[in-house]
């Protein structure tokens, strides 16, 4: 493959709750789930590139994240499965799907997030890596991101293959798409059937009339446990059967399906063969147990370290309580209040181990850059990681609050990872701020820094201000060991 497979389209948040019913509820006729386990995992494209990403392709998620706590899971959750996350902004929530399941069951299912918010537009670096593509899947979830008309721009101008899989609240294919992958049920809305029309006729007749509304070189209607129908440019479709029954959760086969689709064609497979790989996939999914055995274990969270509450954008009075300015909470609160304003994010990172004049002049700088200062952290595992079992020397509670306590800063993200391009993805600061040996040509060998790749995604910028010299936390920590071996 000579680039990235590219998926664009909406990101939600699922969630399987597993419990057992025991008992009715005592004030209404409905069974109780006693919850025993709950797992996250990305759904709609989230859920097609992990599924990308899982067969050891090099996987570039288009979508929007919003600036809520489902928002920063979603980005954990992405970035642990090996995808490389070109968020674009998000207004409104975080779209969410909660499951509850008894004994393999789906007893309900509980959506919010409320109505689609509007995306925003990509940057340079997002169209750029559109066209370099070796495939593209279009997951469309009817939220919004396949409508974006800069996205949809860059689908009809890019030479490499083109994998729509439809919605149908979401906008017609672009035109020229090499294969679209309708299900049953949506080529019905999209297709209404003649009366008394069989399944494979329906299918048929619904696949043609897209493929000529849209333009497209292919449409496969998925018609679950039965493969797949193929309509070409001949006048005669390919069916595509299972290789062998399959019975189970079918939750995601379709993201499945078209991810593996995709795969095919990017390593430049025809389509009638993408569309037989694509079916056995699918197929051994759904008799593997489907999402529950597909997925990797779930990643950490970039985690809440206070309840959401009201807070101030100027600096902590005396003795105020700075546990507000903690955790993801209260940065999903600040970067609502300073984006609706219209406002500069600004963001720098660090262990802060033992914070010195050198950490503050460095913040109190970055701070003057826009209108807010974010402080990615990293967590005691992290540091432990950096710098050794010796570090840090005060916790990560300790350290969060000492920063948060500064006039200068806005808020404090606790991140588990080596680096901060999780907690970055999620936040998408307008500025990233580095101080220290970066500003005297240190650094790589090229002098770049290195989030800077991750900044472009969005559009942001990277910068780095002047330290004061001979402030080090090492240098702190060999001083004070010295003296008191003196």
């Known amino acids: 493959m000579r680039g990235p497979v590219v998926v664009l389209g909406d990101t939600l948040l699922d969630r399987d709750v597993e419990g057992v019913v025991n008992r009715l509820c005592p004030d209404s006729p409905v069974p109780v789930l006693d919850e025993t386990v709950a797992t996250d995992r990305p759904g709609g494209a989230g859920l097609a590139a992990v599924f990308a990403a899982a067969q050891g392709a090099e996987v570039v998620l288009v979508t929007a994240l919003a600036d809520d706590a489902g928002g920063a899971r979603l980005s954990a959750l992405l970035a642990a499965a090996g995808v490389q996350v070109y968020p674009l902004a998000l207004s409104g929530a975080t779209p969410e799907k909660i499951r509850l399941r008894a004994r393999g069951r789906v007893l309900l299912r509980h959506d919010r997030g409320g109505t689609s918010g509007e995306p925003g537009q990509p940057s ?138 995709s795969l095919a064609l990017a390593q430049g497979a025809l389509v009638s063969e993408a569309v037989q790989v694509a079916v056995a996939e699918a197929s051994a999914y759904v008799a593997g147990g489907g999402v529950a055995t597909a997925l990797p274990p779930s990643a950490p969270t970039v985690r809440v370290r206070s309840a959401p509450g009201p807070r101030a954008l100027q600096p902590v009075p005396r003795g105020a309580v700075v546990a507000d300015r903690v955790g993801v909470a209260a940065v999903a609160t600040l970067l609502g209040e300073v984006r609706a304003a219209g406002g500069t994010v600004v963001a720098t990172g660090g262990c802060f181990d033992l914070l010195h004049a050198g950490h503050v002049a460095t913040l109190e700088a970055a701070r003057q850059l826009g209108d807010c200062l974010i402080v990615c952290l990293n967590s005691d595992a992290s540091v432990a990681g950096l710098k050794g079992p010796d570090r840090p020397v005060q916790s990560e509670g300790d350290r969060a609050r000492l920063l948060a306590a500064l006039s200068c800063v806005d808020a404090v993200l606790v991140f588990d990872e080596p680096t901060p391009e999780t907690a970055l993805s999620w936040v998408r600061p307008d500025v990233w701020v580095k101080g220290g040996d970066y500003a005297t040509g240190g650094g790589d060998a090229s002098g770049t820094l290195p989030e800077a790749e991750v900044l472009r995604r969005w559009g942001g910028n990277t910068v780095v201000v002047p330290y004061l010299d001979g402030r080090s936390t090492t240098d702190l920590i060999v001083r004070t060991v010295a003296e008191r071996t003196r």
């Open 124 to 261: 340079d670096e997002v169209l750029r890596v559109i066209a370099a593509a070796s495939a593209v899947l279009v997951s469309d979830y009817g939220r919004g991101v396949a409508r974006q008309p800069a996205l949809r721009d860059a689908l009809a101008a890019t030479r490499a293959p083109v994998v729509w899989d439809p919605h149908p609240r979401g906008p017609a294919a672009v035109p020229g798409v090499h294969l679209a992958t309708p299900n049953e049920s949506e080529v019905r809305e999209l297709v209404p059937a003649l009366p008394g029309a069989s399944r494979l006729a329906t299918a048929s007749r619904g696949a043609q009339g897209l493929r000529r509304r849209w333009r497209a070189g292919a449409v496969a209607v998925t018609l679950g446990g039965d493969g797949a129908l193929l309509c070409h440019a001949g006048s005669t479709p390919l069916v595509v059967p299972t290789p062998g029954s399959a019975e189970g959760d079918t939750c995601g086969a379709g993201d499945r399906f078209a991810a593996a689709a």
